[in-house]
T-cell receptor, first 115, second 116 residues
Framework: KAGVTQTPRYLIKTRGQQVTLSCSPI?????VSWYQQTPGQGLQFLFE???????NKGNFPGRFSGRQFSNSRSEMNVSTLELGDSALYLC??????????????FGPGTRLTVL | GENVEQHPSTLSVQEGDSAVIKCTYS??????FPWYKQELGKRPQLIID?????GEKKDQRIAVTLNKTAKHFSLHITETQPEDSAVYFC???????????????FGKGTLLTVNP
C-alpha cells in the first residue's frame, strides 16, 4: 500500500497570506490527524477528521481550520499567517476501527516558512 | 487532558551500549503507547507500540515496558548502532473508541546520539 502523502512539501509565504496543505491517507484509512512540529514545542495536535467530520481539536486559534473529503483526503488551511506559524505540518492516518487499528502513520510533512 | 513527560531530552551513548528513554502519562484512560523514531528531515516512523493489557513487548533490539499503576513506560534499545541516532518520541492514546478524545499526545522527544 502507498504511504501517507502530503503536498506541497515546501512552502514559503509572507505574513498575512493564507495557505492550504493537503494530505492523502493510506488507502482504507478513515481518520486523518494533523500535527504542528516546531523545535520548541515538539509535536502538537491540531485536529482530527473522521468520515468528513472534525471529531477533535487542539488548542490552536481559529485561523487554523481543516476539512475532509468523502475519499478521506484532508486539507488544512491557515489564514492570516504569522511568523510563528513557521513549522513542519504533519498529517497522520489510521483506520480508526477500534483499539487494534489505532496505529497512526505519518506523512513526510509540509515545511511552511512564513517571512 | 493527557500530559506526557519524556526524559531525558538528550542522550549520548557509545556504540554497543544500551539506551533507555522514559515517559510518564497523566490520564488513566490512555491505553495505547506508541514510540516513534524521527531521523533528521524525515517523517516520524513507528518503531514499537504497547497496549495497556501488556507489560512488556520486544522486537529484536528494542523493547518497551509499561507500568500502568505508576503510569510510566520506557523504551529500551540494546546494542546501539550509529543508525539508531535520531529523535525518539513517546506518545499516549486513549481507548480506541473514537470520539472527541481520539488523539495522540506526544512527549517532547529525546535526541539520541550513538557515537561510533
Amino acid at each position: 500500500k502507498a504511504g501517507v502523502t502530503q503536498t506541497p512539501r515546501y512552502l514559503i509565504k509572507t505574513r498575512g497570506q493564507q495557505v492550504t496543505l493537503s494530505c492523502s491517507p493510506i488507502s482504507g484509512h478513515r481518520s486523518v490527524s494533523w500535527y504542528q512540529q516546531t523545535p520548541g514545542q515538539g509535536l502538537q495536535f491540531l485536529f482530527e477528521y473522521f468520515s468528513e467530520t472534525q471529531r477533535n481539536k487542539g488548542n490552536f486559534p481559529g485561523r487554523f481550520s481543516g476539512r475532509q473529503f468523502s475519499n478521506s483526503r484532508s486539507e488544512m488551511n491557515v489564514s492570516t499567517l504569522e511568523l510563528g506559524d513557521s513549522a513542519l505540518y504533519l498529517c497522520a492516518s489510521s483506520f480508526a476501527g477500534g483499539a487494534s487499528t489505532d496505529t497512526q502513520y505519518f506523512g513526510p510533512g509540509t515545511r511552511l516558512t512564513v517571512l | 487532558g493527557e500530559n506526557v513527560e519524556q526524559h531525558p531530552s538528550t542522550l549520548s551513548v557509545q556504540e554497543g551500549d544500551s539506551a533507555v528513554i522514559k515517559c510518564t502519562y497523566s490520564d488513566s484512560a490512555s491505553n495505547y503507547f506508541p514510540w516513534y523514531k524521527q531521523e533528521l528531515g524525515k517523517r516520524p516512523q513507528l518503531i514499537i507500540d504497547i497496549r495497556s493489557n501488556v507489560g512488556e513487548k520486544k522486537d529484536q533490539r528494542i523493547a518497551v515496558t509499561l507500568n500502568k499503576t505508576a503510569k510510566h513506560f520506557s523504551l529500551h534499545i540494546t546494542e546501539t548502532q550509529p543508525e539508531d541516532s535520531a529523535v525518539y518520541f513517546c506518545a499516549a492514546f486513549p481507548r480506541g473508541s473514537g470520539g472527541s478524545n481520539y488523539k495522540l499526545t506526544f512527549g517532547k522527544g529525546t535526541l539520541l546520539t550513538v557515537n561510533p
